[in-house]
Protein backbone atom coordinates (compact mmCIF):
# COMPACT_ATOMS: atom_id res chain seq x y z
CA UNK A 1 0.00 0.00 0.00
CA UNK A 2 0.99 3.62 -0.78
CA UNK A 3 1.86 4.98 2.46
CA UNK A 4 -1.11 7.55 2.22
CA UNK A 5 -0.37 7.58 6.14
CA UNK A 6 2.16 10.07 5.12
CA UNK A 7 0.88 12.02 2.83
CA UNK A 8 -2.19 12.75 5.35
CA UNK A 9 0.16 13.68 7.95
CA UNK A 10 2.08 16.63 6.33
CA UNK A 11 1.13 19.65 7.34
CA UNK A 12 -0.43 17.78 10.94
CA UNK A 13 -1.10 20.41 13.24
CA UNK A 14 -2.47 20.20 17.38
CA UNK A 15 -5.02 17.68 16.76
CA UNK A 16 -8.44 19.28 18.04
CA UNK A 17 -8.79 14.71 20.11
CA UNK A 18 -19.90 6.91 30.14
CA UNK A 19 -22.03 8.45 33.13
CA UNK A 20 -21.77 7.34 36.53
CA UNK A 21 -25.35 6.50 37.28
CA UNK A 22 -26.40 6.46 40.64
CA UNK A 23 -28.50 3.95 42.66
CA UNK A 24 -30.72 6.45 43.53
CA UNK A 25 -31.54 8.20 40.16
CA UNK A 26 -33.41 7.18 37.38
CA UNK A 27 -31.04 5.77 34.83
CA UNK A 28 -30.34 8.20 31.58
CA UNK A 29 -31.58 7.26 27.81
CA UNK A 30 -29.05 6.57 25.44
CA UNK A 31 -29.72 9.78 24.05
CA UNK A 32 -28.78 11.91 27.28
CA UNK A 33 -25.22 9.95 28.22
CA UNK A 34 -22.27 11.07 27.19
CA UNK A 35 -20.18 8.29 25.44
CA UNK A 36 -16.36 9.01 24.33
CA UNK A 37 -13.91 7.48 22.00
CA UNK A 38 -10.07 8.33 21.84
CA UNK A 39 -8.30 8.54 18.57
CA UNK A 40 -4.78 7.59 18.64
CA UNK A 41 -1.42 7.88 16.54
CA UNK A 42 2.15 6.61 17.16
CA UNK A 43 4.19 7.73 13.99
CA UNK A 44 8.24 7.39 13.35
CA UNK A 45 9.26 10.98 12.54
CA UNK A 46 12.83 10.30 12.19
CA UNK A 47 16.19 7.66 13.02
CA UNK A 48 18.93 8.71 15.70
CA UNK A 49 21.97 6.25 16.45
CA UNK A 50 19.60 3.13 15.03
CA UNK A 51 16.36 4.39 16.89
CA UNK A 52 13.10 5.39 15.86
CA UNK A 53 11.88 8.65 17.16
CA UNK A 54 8.01 8.63 17.51
CA UNK A 55 5.70 11.36 17.50
CA UNK A 56 2.69 10.05 19.51
CA UNK A 57 -0.48 12.44 19.58
CA UNK A 58 -4.24 11.28 20.63
CA UNK A 59 -7.21 13.75 20.83
CA UNK A 60 -10.70 12.55 22.22
CA UNK A 61 -14.27 12.55 20.98
CA UNK A 62 -17.25 12.95 23.27
CA UNK A 63 -20.89 13.17 22.37
CA UNK A 64 -23.89 14.23 24.90
CA UNK A 65 -27.19 14.61 22.75
CA UNK A 66 -26.86 16.23 19.59
CA UNK A 67 -23.19 17.65 20.36
CA UNK A 68 -19.56 16.34 20.26
CA UNK A 69 -16.76 18.20 21.16
CA UNK A 70 -13.13 17.24 19.94
CA UNK A 71 -10.43 17.96 22.81
CA UNK A 72 -6.98 17.78 22.37
CA UNK A 73 -3.79 17.76 24.00
CA UNK A 74 -1.01 20.50 23.67
CA UNK A 75 1.42 20.37 22.71
CA UNK A 76 2.57 17.07 21.11
CA UNK A 77 4.12 14.31 23.59
CA UNK A 78 7.14 13.88 22.07
CA UNK A 79 8.73 10.79 23.32
CA UNK A 80 13.07 9.92 22.85
CA UNK A 81 13.48 13.29 20.89
CA UNK A 82 15.08 16.36 21.12
CA UNK A 83 17.96 18.93 19.78
CA UNK A 84 21.24 19.70 21.73
CA UNK A 85 22.91 23.44 20.80
CA UNK A 86 23.36 22.51 17.99
CA UNK A 87 20.76 21.41 16.73
CA UNK A 88 21.79 17.93 16.20
CA UNK A 89 18.88 15.40 17.86
CA UNK A 90 19.46 13.70 20.80
CA UNK A 91 17.41 11.70 23.09
CA UNK A 92 14.99 13.04 25.65
CA UNK A 93 12.10 12.17 27.69
CA UNK A 94 8.19 13.37 26.53
CA UNK A 95 7.24 16.76 27.98
CA UNK A 96 5.47 16.83 31.07
CA UNK A 97 3.54 20.26 30.45
CA UNK A 98 0.20 19.57 28.55
CA UNK A 99 -3.11 21.79 27.88
CA UNK A 100 -6.04 20.77 27.43
CA UNK A 101 -8.06 22.77 24.55
CA UNK A 102 -12.04 22.15 23.28
CA UNK A 103 -13.63 22.49 20.31
CA UNK A 104 -17.60 22.41 20.50
CA UNK A 105 -20.34 21.47 17.70
CA UNK A 106 -23.38 20.68 17.09
CA UNK A 107 -23.45 17.21 15.25
CA UNK A 108 -23.12 17.84 11.24
CA UNK A 109 -22.48 21.80 11.44
CA UNK A 110 -20.85 23.53 9.76
CA UNK A 111 -18.90 25.52 12.51
CA UNK A 112 -18.02 25.09 16.04
CA UNK A 113 -16.09 27.19 19.08
CA UNK A 114 -13.17 26.57 20.57
CA UNK A 115 -12.31 27.04 24.18
CA UNK A 116 -9.06 26.69 26.14
CA UNK A 117 -9.63 25.39 29.50
CA UNK A 118 -7.44 27.86 31.26
CA UNK A 119 -9.90 30.77 30.39
CA UNK A 120 -13.28 28.70 29.14
CA UNK A 121 -15.08 32.05 29.32
CA UNK A 122 -13.57 33.21 26.31
CA UNK A 123 -14.38 31.28 23.19
CA UNK A 124 -13.35 31.28 18.99
CA UNK A 125 -15.85 30.44 16.14
CA UNK A 126 -14.08 28.12 13.48
CA UNK A 127 -15.09 26.09 10.47
CA UNK A 128 -15.52 22.12 11.33
CA UNK A 129 -14.00 21.27 7.41
CA UNK A 130 -10.91 23.29 8.57
CA UNK A 131 -10.47 21.42 11.42
CA UNK A 132 -11.03 18.02 9.98
CA UNK A 133 -9.05 19.03 6.99
CA UNK A 134 -6.07 19.81 9.02
CA UNK A 135 -6.13 16.51 10.98
CA UNK A 136 -6.56 14.42 7.94
CA UNK A 137 -5.19 11.27 9.20
CA UNK A 138 -7.80 10.39 11.58
CA UNK A 139 -10.63 11.49 9.12
CA UNK A 140 -9.52 10.52 5.68
CA UNK A 141 -8.87 6.79 7.41
CA UNK A 142 -11.67 5.19 4.98
CA UNK A 143 -9.16 6.05 1.78
CA UNK A 144 -6.57 4.04 3.84
CA UNK A 145 -8.66 1.74 4.26
CA UNK A 146 -9.73 1.28 0.53
CA UNK A 147 -6.51 1.52 -0.51
CA UNK A 148 -5.13 -1.27 2.11
CA UNK A 149 -7.50 -3.26 0.78
CA UNK A 150 -7.22 -2.88 -2.88
CA UNK A 151 -6.68 -6.30 -4.09
CA UNK A 152 -4.84 -4.27 -7.16
CA UNK A 153 -1.93 -3.25 -5.17
CA UNK A 154 -2.15 -5.91 -2.30
CA UNK A 155 -2.45 -9.57 -1.68
CA UNK A 156 -4.76 -10.43 1.09
CA UNK A 157 -2.81 -12.82 3.52
CA UNK A 158 -5.60 -13.85 5.79
CA UNK A 159 -7.47 -12.91 8.81
CA UNK A 160 -7.15 -14.40 12.73
CA UNK A 161 -9.50 -14.52 15.35
CA UNK A 162 -8.71 -12.52 18.71
CA UNK A 163 -9.34 -12.11 22.29
CA UNK A 164 -12.59 -10.66 23.17
CA UNK A 165 -14.13 -11.66 19.63
CA UNK A 166 -11.23 -9.03 17.93
CA UNK A 167 -10.59 -10.17 13.92
CA UNK A 168 -7.32 -9.22 12.51
CA UNK A 169 -6.51 -9.04 8.42
CA UNK A 170 -3.43 -8.98 7.20
CA UNK A 171 -2.43 -7.79 3.71
CA UNK A 172 0.52 -7.57 2.08
CA UNK A 173 1.89 -5.33 -0.89
CA UNK A 174 2.47 -6.73 -4.32
CA UNK A 175 5.02 -3.92 -5.44
CA UNK A 176 7.62 -1.41 -3.22
CA UNK A 177 8.49 1.49 -5.53
CA UNK A 178 9.90 3.44 -2.77
CA UNK A 179 10.61 3.76 0.81
CA UNK A 180 6.93 5.68 1.27
CA UNK A 181 5.16 2.15 0.62
CA UNK A 182 4.87 -0.21 3.13
CA UNK A 183 5.32 -3.92 3.60
CA UNK A 184 2.53 -4.79 5.53
CA UNK A 185 -0.41 -3.90 7.12
CA UNK A 186 -3.03 -5.32 9.60
CA UNK A 187 -6.44 -3.89 10.39
CA UNK A 188 -8.27 -4.27 13.83
CA UNK A 189 -11.91 -4.95 14.13
CA UNK A 190 -14.05 -5.28 17.25
CA UNK A 191 -17.48 -5.83 19.14
CA UNK A 192 -16.97 -3.93 21.86
CA UNK A 193 -20.12 -2.40 23.01
CA UNK A 194 -18.77 0.98 23.57
CA UNK A 195 -16.74 1.05 20.61
CA UNK A 196 -20.05 -0.52 18.55
CA UNK A 197 -22.33 1.98 19.79
CA UNK A 198 -19.59 4.94 19.52
CA UNK A 199 -20.91 7.84 17.24
CA UNK A 200 -17.83 7.74 15.18
CA UNK A 201 -16.34 5.46 12.18
CA UNK A 202 -13.15 5.33 10.25
CA UNK A 203 -14.82 3.23 7.27
CA UNK A 204 -18.56 2.42 7.95
CA UNK A 205 -18.01 0.56 4.76
CA UNK A 206 -15.05 -1.51 6.57
CA UNK A 207 -17.99 -1.89 10.10
CA UNK A 208 -20.63 -2.84 7.65
CA UNK A 209 -18.81 -5.54 5.87
CA UNK A 210 -17.54 -7.52 8.84
CA UNK A 211 -20.58 -6.46 11.26
CA UNK A 212 -17.80 -5.00 13.47
CA UNK A 213 -16.09 -1.71 14.14
CA UNK A 214 -12.19 -0.97 12.62
CA UNK A 215 -10.56 0.40 14.87
CA UNK A 216 -6.66 -0.17 14.53
CA UNK A 217 -4.94 -0.05 11.66
CA UNK A 218 -1.00 -0.96 11.64
CA UNK A 219 1.75 -0.87 8.85
CA UNK A 220 5.09 -2.46 9.12
CA UNK A 221 7.95 -0.91 6.87
CA UNK A 222 10.48 -3.47 7.00
CA UNK A 223 14.20 -2.77 7.48
CA UNK A 224 16.68 -2.38 4.00
CA UNK A 225 19.78 -3.12 5.20
CA UNK A 226 20.92 -1.73 1.48
CA UNK A 227 18.94 1.45 1.87
CA UNK A 228 21.57 4.46 1.22
CA UNK A 229 19.41 6.15 4.35
CA UNK A 230 19.73 5.81 7.57
CA UNK A 231 15.70 5.53 8.32
CA UNK A 232 15.02 3.12 5.39
CA UNK A 233 17.67 0.79 7.39
CA UNK A 234 15.92 0.53 10.09
CA UNK A 235 12.33 -1.38 10.77
CA UNK A 236 9.49 1.49 11.37
CA UNK A 237 5.90 1.00 12.64
CA UNK A 238 3.19 2.90 12.11
CA UNK A 239 -0.20 2.73 14.32
CA UNK A 240 -3.74 4.65 14.25
CA UNK A 241 -6.45 3.55 16.19
CA UNK A 242 -9.41 4.23 18.68
CA UNK A 243 -10.61 3.35 21.80
CA UNK A 244 -13.37 4.08 24.31
CA UNK A 245 -13.10 5.71 27.11
CA UNK A 246 -14.66 7.05 29.83
CA UNK A 247 -15.15 10.54 30.33
CA UNK A 248 -12.99 11.99 33.63
CA UNK A 249 -14.08 15.84 33.06
CA UNK A 250 -17.61 15.25 32.84
CA UNK A 251 -19.09 18.58 34.90
CA UNK A 252 -16.30 20.42 32.43
CA UNK A 253 -17.90 18.99 29.55
CA UNK A 254 -21.23 19.02 30.06
CA UNK A 255 -20.73 23.12 31.03
CA UNK A 256 -19.06 23.84 27.39
CA UNK A 257 -22.09 21.72 25.93
CA UNK A 258 -24.51 23.74 27.64
CA UNK A 259 -22.72 26.80 26.67
CA UNK A 260 -22.19 26.36 23.02
CA UNK A 261 -25.77 25.21 22.47
CA UNK A 262 -26.97 28.76 23.01
CA UNK A 263 -24.76 29.99 20.95
CA UNK A 264 -26.58 28.36 17.96
CA UNK A 265 -29.69 30.05 16.71
CA UNK A 266 -32.86 28.47 17.58
CA UNK A 267 -34.81 26.88 14.98
Known sequence: MRSMIFLLLIGWPNFISCCNISPNIKKESKHEQITAVRLY????VSVYEGRVLTLIDSADLIFFKDMVVYKNYDPYEIREMGFDAADNPILIRAKDSITVNYIVSKKNNSYGYFYNLSDSTKNRKVLMDTIRSKNSVFFSFSKIYEVGTN???NIFVGSVQLENNDL??????????DATYDDTTYFYYSTDPDLMAADFSFSKTADSIKNKKLYKLRTIYLANPSALDEAGKVEKEVIIGMKSIKVEDEKTIKELFEKTTKLYPEK
Open 41 to 44: SNFP
Open 151 to 153: AAN
Open 168 to 177: MEKYVSKIKV
